[in-house]
């Protein structure tokens, strides 16, 4: 059985207690590798290992950081099947799916903040006749990334390359359910010539070795993506020693449909922003809402559209919908569909587990699921539930749909369906949101703040925000004599 090991220092590294823990594929429900159990130990070596890197990497130039990242990009893109098979193995989502989303976007992240931070400027404020300011924007020094599995490869390299590129040295935990393109991508740094200590990679446990970077107090700043209840962990932890967080957190995302849409063109749209990655993308609208004059002819479009979906190993180039990432996942979303029964909900569709044969007949698939009858405020429709679960809501109004979008604890995402550029404007502009997508969905421009309001998080990630977040500004003013 392959045995994981840590990135640190440029080398890669056994777990210095000797403990590891089992790697499961989704899709076949089998253990296939086993990754470190990383402690303090381990995190200390990457600590040491960080801070003497960090004036090296930090008083290089620019352009040869940006060049160490090219390197680095160009590094997974010579690797793209590897790293495609890699993904799609550890988290069950369809290769077709991988290859055009997961590591393409990990590959451009690297591209697009080696040469943001090419262009990437400080301010300087005239004074008249008194003196002129000028910020300088300098990295803040070791800092730490956690991820979640969902998007593994996209998500960690989304937060590890505008860290480096500002010039720290990076500890970086991902998932422990998705460790394997973690791994691959510190051989591509190596391979890339990044100098060892700069970027660290730390495989366990989020409790053991995600809390124990947290409350280290040599890592100054900590990106982090993943659940709402980690997240307020993980303030609770970092606040105090006055840590820079950035939290990406959870949502409840609503998709709101009104009459004048194209029904046929529409309904494979929110297909798809219900139900890519099986669901288990932060960004899914999982509240549909409708409009009553097109709520019955809608509802039977798209649940024929669902139930012909196919539900196939992740291999299978026609699948449209893999394994959901675990077996504890995929009870917690069978879970709510039990919930939404009880609390009065009818399944259109879905709603139950999926047996394909042998290897598969252990994987975790789930049928795409469509729920009616649910009231706004009941639990289905307030708690995450981050798997391949939508409801349906009917609406009269602008303002009662309105009402029922914001009415949720979280403010991420949403997106409007309408052919009229008025309502469109109305709708963007009073929702709740850190992101409103009009006739759309997750169409990503990387230079835009990303991120959410409310319980969704803390902080923008993307474009200056992100290289903004990764550097401390200083402000120096010279008087004029
Ligand atoms: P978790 O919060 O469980 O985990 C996220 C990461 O944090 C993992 O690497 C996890 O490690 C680690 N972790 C867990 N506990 C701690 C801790 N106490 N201290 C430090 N690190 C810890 O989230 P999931 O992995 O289950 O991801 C799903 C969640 O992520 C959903 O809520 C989803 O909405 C959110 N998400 C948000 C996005 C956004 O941009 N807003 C994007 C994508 C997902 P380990 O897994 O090894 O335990």
């Not at 989704?26 to 200390?44: F, M």
């Not at 352009?63 to 390197?71: K, Y």
């Not at 510190?186 to 124990?212: D, F, M, S």
């Not at 996942?329 to 394909?356: C, D, P, Q, W």
């Amino acid at each position: 059985m392959e045995l994981l090991e840590n990135f640190i220092n440029g080398e890669f590294h056994a777990p210095v207690s000797g403990l590891y823990i089992d790697n499961v594929e989704p899709a076949t429900g089998a253990v296939y590798s086993k990754i470190p159990r990383s402690g303090d130990e381990d995190l200390s070596m990457a600590v040491l290992a960080s801070e003497k890197a960090f004036p090296i990497w930090s008083g290089m130039s620019v352009n040869e950081r940006s060049a160490i990242l090219l390197r680095l990009a160009a590094g997974i893109e010579s690797r793209m099947d590897e790293f495609v098979k890699a993904e799609s193995k550890d988290n069950g989502k369809p290769e077709k799916l991988a290859a055009h989303v997961d590591i393409p976007r990990a590959i451009s992240n690297f591209h697009f903040f080696a040469t943001a931070i090419e262009h990437f400027a400080s301010e300087s404020h005239y004074m008249e006749n008194v003196g002129v300011n000028f910020t300088t924007r300098r990295p803040i020094g070791v800092v730490g990334c956690i991820s979640p599995w969902n998007l593994p490869l996209y998500l960690f390299s989304w937060k590890i390359a505008p860290a480096l590129a500002a010039g720290n040295c990076v500890i970086a935990k991902p998932s422990e359910i998705t460790p394997y393109t973690a791994f691959l991508l510190g051989q591509v740094a190596k391979e890339a010539g990044l100098p060892p200590g700069v970027l660290n990679i730390l495989h366990g446990t989020g409790p053991e070795i995600g809390n124990a970077m947290v409350a280290h107090p040599k890592i100054k700043a900590i990106s982090f993506t993943g659940g709402t209840a980690t997240g307020k962990h993980i303030a609770k932890v970092a606040a105090p020693m006055f840590k820079k967080l950035s939290l990406e957190l959870g949502g409840k995302n609503p998709t709101i449909i009104f009459p004048d849409v194209d029904i046929e063109q529409t309904v494979k749209e929110i297909f798809r922003s219900s139900f890519s990655n099986q669901g288990q993308i932060c960004l899914c609208g999982s509240r549909i809402f409708i409009h009553n004059d097109i709520y019955d002819t809608f509802k039977s479009a798209f649940v024929n559209w669902v139930s012909s979906a196919k539900v196939s190993n992740p291999t299978d180039p026609k699948a449209q919908i893999g394994a959901v990432v675990s077996k504890a996942h995929m009870e917690k979303v069978l879970g709510y569909i039990e919930l939404a029964k009880s609390e009065g909900g009818n399944v259109l569709t879905g709603g139950k587990r999926v047996f394909l044969e042998a290897p598969y007949d252990e994987g975790y698939y789930l049928a795409p699921t469509i729920i009616e009858g649910l009231t706004n405020e009941c639990r289905t429709n307030q708690e995450e539930i981050f798997g391949p679960v939508v409801t349906l809501m009917p609406f009269s109004t602008e303002e009662e749909v309105l009402a029922m979008a914001n009415d949720t604890r979280y403010g991420l995402a949403a997106s409007v369906w309408t052919k009229d550029l008025n309502t469109a404007h109305r709708m963007a502009d009073r929702l709740e949101m850190g992101i409103v997508w009009v006739n759309s969905w997750l169409v990503r421009d990387l230079r835009t703040p990303f991120g959410g309001m409310k319980d969704s998080g803390v902080g923008r990630e993307g474009g200056w925000e992100a290289l903004r977040f990764f550097t401390e500004p200083k402000n120096i003013f010279i008087k004029y004599e």
